[in-house]
């Protein structure tokens, strides 16, 4: 918990991870946690309650969130969903309509391939892309070079969060 930045607009942790998404090629919607369905909802059925327990620390027996709130990550899994576009494949008889660049009279567009490759692919280099906003947060957090000592900090911070507001 703690990754990315609830004060400044460029290091809001949920921003960075919708640019990486919508990086990727055909992409056109991202939502975190519920996202869209939310925007459904009243408050009170949207929150997650915070709860506190002496083994756990601080956690939400609920994760609308999708592990982000207020631009920084709150412990919970996050939860990252990407709408693709539809794979421009024309297999039906009566084609889509098109112009012609040149003489700018309409025709119809031509019978396309089949790529159902893209999707599973897509899956992967969206794994790798949050992959990667997630380790740069990690070393804007907990800074350093050596593996070894990042995940010292790492567990230093853990046990803090665990005690807080005690551990002030």
Not at 12 to 25: N, P, V, Y
Not at 69 to 82: F, K, L, Q, S
Not at 106 to 111: E, I, N, S, W
Request: glycine share 10%; net charge neutral; no cysteine.
């Amino acid at each position: 918990m703690g990754l990315g930045s609830y004060t400044q607009w460029d290091r809001r942790l949920d921003g960075k991870i919708a640019q990486a998404m919508m990086s990727i090629q055909a992409m056109k919607a991202v939502e975190i946690g519920d996202g869209f369905s939310l925007s459904e909802r009243f408050g009170s059925q949207a929150h997650d309650e915070i709860f506190w327990d002496k083994e756990k620390g601080f956690y939400h027996k609920t994760n609308r969130a999708g592990g982000l709130e207020g631009g920084m990550t709150n412990g919970e899994p996050i939860i990252v969903r990407v709408g693709m576009k539809p794979i421009p494949t024309l297999m039906r008889k009566k084609s889509l309509q098109s112009v012609n660049i040149k003489t700018k009279e309409p025709f119809d567009a031509a019978k396309e391939r089949s790529d159902v490759t893209a999707v599973p692919a897509a899956a992967v280099v969206g794994e790798a892309m949050l992959a990667i906003v997630l380790a740069d947060a990690v070393l804007e957090k907990f800074g350093n070079d050596n593996w070894i000592e990042i995940k010292k900090r790492i567990e230093e911070y853990k046990n803090y969060t665990k005690t807080y507001p005690e551990g002030l």
